[in-house]
């Protein structure tokens, strides 16, 4: 049976859909208001269906590569927030975090980004959940999601590549552990 391209390409963009509303619920971004929570919907699905944003992926073969996407694509998200909201680096690098989380995990989103090329550059996606877990090993000052800038996020990642390390797992599935009781306090 001869696959059909438009029905493997339609059940792609439904499953990013979905995924990017799974990974980013109304919970993720709380405090932050409604229009952060949609645009980082909308702008992540617009992009993620992109054929561009395949190929930008593919292309990715280090760390450095990877910072560089994410840093253009967190600048992106967070200049379309509007109002109070416009610059918030934190939500829009959260939101792009836990997009990527689910890419790793869901096996079709894996396959077809070819996420293994990237799996260890991904990050874990921070909140206050997360800097409390990083936190009960390192003193990081965290002073919220809507203050989280650059500096302060790399030296969260740093620590939990450290923890990861340790933990001898990827970075970004600290976050499934972070949430499990019996992790709490590595």
């Not at 890419?103 to 990237?118: A, G, P, Q, S, T």
């Amino acid at each position: 049976m001869v696959q059909n391209h438009s029905n493997k390409t339609n059940l792609v963009e439904s499953i990013i859909e979905r995924a990017v509303k799974y990974s980013i619920g109304p919970t993720t971004l709380r405090g932050q208001g409604i229009g952060v929570y949609k645009k980082s919907i909308e702008t992540i699905i617009n992009i993620a269906k992109s054929p561009n944003f395949k190929t930008a992926i593919t292309e990715i073969d280090s760390d450095d590569k990877f910072q560089n996407f994410l840093n253009k694509e967190t600048n992106k998200l967070k200049n379309k927030y509007l109002g109070y909201a416009k610059g918030n680096y934190g939500a829009a690098r959260k939101s792009w975090n836990l997009f990527f989380e689910q890419l790793y995990f869901d096996r079709i989103l894996y396959e077809y980004f070819n996420i293994k090329k990237i799996e260890h550059y991904l990050e874990f996606p921070l909140d206050s959940k997360a800097a409390d877990f990083i936190n009960n090993s390192n003193k990081i000052e965290w002073k919220g999601i809507k203050h989280l800038d650059h500096n302060t996020s790399n030296k969260f990642q740093k620590a939990a590549s450290e923890i990861a390390k340790n933990e001898n797992i990827k970075r970004v599935e600290l976050d499934l552990i972070s949430w499990n009781s019996k992790y709490k306090k590595l």
